[in-house]
């Protein structure tokens, strides 16, 4: 069956601007995790989705933002762009958490300029 | 707070030698415990992971970790390497609040 599919691969951005990242997740799993990596902070947990509704969230500003869908396709917004926010994003899907091991997209990979 | 510790950040090794990454963790719940590899520009892919039950835990490619609650870790081991297993592996821990925690990663070098 497909794996996870993020979308785009690559985006690059002008500081101030904003960016949506899309993922869709493995038919059947419902729970959809995003993550941030960089090499200077490795990998970060930003938030976690289970039929539409945040389980959790990272600490990360508020300009980071997320929403599941009812068909668990998940987005993750970043406005304001920072040069900072530079990184791999990185989607997960699992049928119900984190017990059942999540499996990873190939990210997209953000470069603020 | 938990935490995961991979003390190697990088580890060569040549072919068909052993290798261990190290991985240690602290948590004051029970935990689940992963690794993940990862390969140039790709995501993580799932190694192997333990929730429960036997301590022993083996992947498909040869791979094998062996939970340690005593000591608090989860190392990875493999006792003959080849050079496709040249790639960074994570270590992570979840404990039911619906995230992973990752180490820092560990860059395995194959060397023929």
């Known amino acids: 069956k497909a794996g996870v599919t993020q979308t785009p691969r690559y985006l690059i951005k002008t500081r101030g601007q904003q960016v949506t990242l899309s993922c869709s997740p493995i038919?059947?799993?419902?729970?959809v995790s995003w993550y941030q990596q960089t090499p200077g902070q490795g990998l970060q947990f930003l938030f976690e989705?289970?039929?539409?509704?945040?389980?959790n969230k990272g600490n990360f500003p508020g300009r980071f933002s997320g929403r599941q869908f009812s068909n668990s396709r998940s987005e993750m917004n970043v406005s304001t762009l920072e040069l900072g926010d530079s990184a791999l994003y990185l989607c997960?899907?699992?049928?119900?958490?984190?017990?059942?091991?999540?499996?990873f997209g190939s990210g997209t990979r953000l470069t603020v300029v | 707070a938990q935490s995961v510790t991979q003390l190697d950040s990088q580890v060569p090794v040549f072919e068909e030698a052993p290798v261990e990454l190290r991985c240690n963790y602290s948590?004051?719940?029970?935990?689940?415990l992963f690794w993940y590899v990862q390969y140039p520009n790709q995501g993580l892919q799932l190694l192997l992971k333990?929730?429960?039950?036997?301590?022993l835990v083996e992947s498909i490619n040869g791979f094998e970790a062996e939970f340690n609650k005593s000591q608090t870790s989860f190392h990875l081991r493999k006792p003959s390497v080849h050079i496709s297993d040249t790639a960074e592996y994570f270590c992570?821990?979840?404990?039911?609040?619906?995230?992973?925690?990752f180490g820092t990663g560990t860059r395995l070098k194959v060397l023929a």
């Open positions: 997960a899907s699992s049928l119900a958490g984190e017990g059942d091991g999540y499996t």
């Open positions: 038919s059947g799993h419902r729970s």
């Open positions: 989705y289970f039929s539409e509704t945040q389980r």
């Open positions: 948590s004051s719940v029970s935990v689940y």
């Open positions: 333990y929730l429960s039950g036997s301590t």
């Open positions: 992570a821990v979840g404990s039911g609040t619906y995230k992973y925690i």
